[in-house]
Nanobody, 117 residues
Framework: QVLLVESGGGLVQPGGSLRLSCVVR????????MAWYSQAPGNQRVPVAS???????NYADSVKGRFIISRDSAQNTVYLQMNSLKPEDTGVFYC???????????WGGGTRVTVSS
């Protein structure tokens, strides 16, 4: 049983920063390509940032230059550093793990981020 456990969400003022964490439990992080998705109220879940097993990263245009995704194999954890936050970043952020070889996809339960003054 693989579990993804997110943490680090909260309320932050515009221009502030947060760091989200996603711990992979039950398997090795090195097996998976990882990603963060966000879901704003009333909207679909959309990809925000991704990082492959090899460390290649990709970002949505809306967060380029502000968000940084990283992975720490020793901690079995993926991070999303979010800087210069905007009210439109508000939503629930979900961690996603993909193992293309075994055709596995896992989701975490989400952590809520609210950007408001």
């Amino acid at each position: 049983q693989v579990l993804l456990v997110e943490s680090g969400g909260g309320l932050v003022q515009p221009g502030g920063s947060l760091r989200l964490s996603c711990v992979v439990r039950g398997d090795s992080l090195s097996t998976y390509d990882m990603a963060w998705y966000s879901q704003a109220p009333g909207n679909q879940r959309v990809p925000v940032a991704s990082i492959t097993r090899g460390g290649s990263t990709n970002y949505a245009d809306s967060v380029k230059g502000r968000f940084i995704i990283s992975r720490d194999s020793a901690q079995n954890t993926v991070y999303l550093q979010m800087n210069s936050l905007k009210p439109e970043d508000t939503g629930v952020f979900y961690c996603n793990a993909k193992d293309w070889g075994r055709n596995f996809v896992f989701w975490g339960g989400g952590t809520r981020v609210t950007v408001s003054s």
